[in-house]
Nanobody, 126 residues
Framework: QVQLVESGGGLVQAGGSLRLSCAASGRTFSTYVMGWFRQAPGKEREFVAAINWSGGNTYYADSVKGRFTISRDNAKNTVYLQMNSLKPEDTAVYYC???????????????????WGQGTQVTVSS
């Protein structure tokens, strides 16, 4: 069982930056592939980024590639999402998710992930 708690969301102007954190419980955190998803009002939850268990492989949605960076600190049981050059269309609730142990970073479907956080709101004003 893994419990995930996101933090770091907020209101930012277009062009600004935010760093989201996701703190995980459980001694097996370091084995899980971790992902970030987001859901805007009236839209489906969509994949944003993922990182494999070691941090050696990452994968991004085309819409955030070059602007967002996913990373992890297994010693702190935490995964991060650094978001730069934010746009109004990045406004959404952002969710952290834990997938299968030793999964690959190209796991982009909601069904690939077993555990979810409660989400943190990111609002980008124009």
């Amino acid at each position: 069982q893994v419990q995930l708690v996101e933090s770091g969301g907020g209101l930012v102007q277009a062009g600004g930056s935010l760093r989201l954190s996701c703190a995980a419980s459980g001694r097996t955190f370091s084995t899980y592939v971790m992902g970030w998803f987001r859901q805007a009002p009236g839209k489906e939850r969509e994949f944003v980024a993922a990182i494999n268990w070691s941090g050696g492989n990452t994968y991004y949605a085309d819409s955030v590639k070059g602007r967002f960076t996913i990373s992890r600190d297994n010693a702190k049981n935490t995964v991060y999402l650094q978001m730069n050059s934010l746009k109004p269309e990045d406004t959404a609730v952002y969710y952290c998710a834990a997938g299968a142990p030793f999964g690959i970073a190209t796991m982009t479907k909601r069904g690939d992930y077993d555990y979810w956080g409660q989400g943190t709101q990111v609002t980008v004003s124009s």
